[in-house]
């Protein structure tokens, strides 16, 4: 017999237990996500700090979050490639080296807001 597929508030409930283990999953495993959730844990605060006003407070946040966003899909990846084999395979290779760039096009993203917002 099938499983019924919950709907509603249960399937809400249930996905966000998986979405925290999600996050507990790369805290506990990757070291760049720990740095950057610990680096909001500061800029959060400050961007809302220095914000002069909704926008201004919601770029510099919502930049800042970006970071361990993109963290968490370059782990994800990362975590699938590996799975798959661990031999070297150029397509796996290209598909971790972007997952890695969208990393650093995240920092880079935040330091460009984060400059143009309080600066300019």
């Known amino acids: 017999m099938a499983k019924k597929s919950s709907t509603g508030l249960f399937r809400i409930i249930r996905a966000t237990g998986h979405s925290w283990k999600g996050v507990c999953a ?6 760049a996500f720990r740095e950057e959730l610990w680096l909001c844990i500061v800029m959060i605060p400050l961007g809302l700090y220095l914000g002069d006003n909704g926008i201004e407070k919601a770029l510099l946040v919502s930049s800042v979050m970006l970071l361990p966003l993109t963290e968490i899909l370059n782990s ?3 975590a699938v490639v590996d799975r798959i084999g661990e031999e070297r395979h150029e397509l796996s290779g290209r598909a971790k080296d972007m997952a890695s760039a969208a990393v650093a096009m995240a920092f880079i993203l935040t330091t460009v807001v984060w400059v143009l917002v309080l600066f300019f």
């Not at 790369?26 to 070291?31: D, F, H, I, K, W």
């Open 26 to 31: 790369a805290y506990r495993n990757e070291a």
């Open 76 to 78: 994800a990846l990362e």
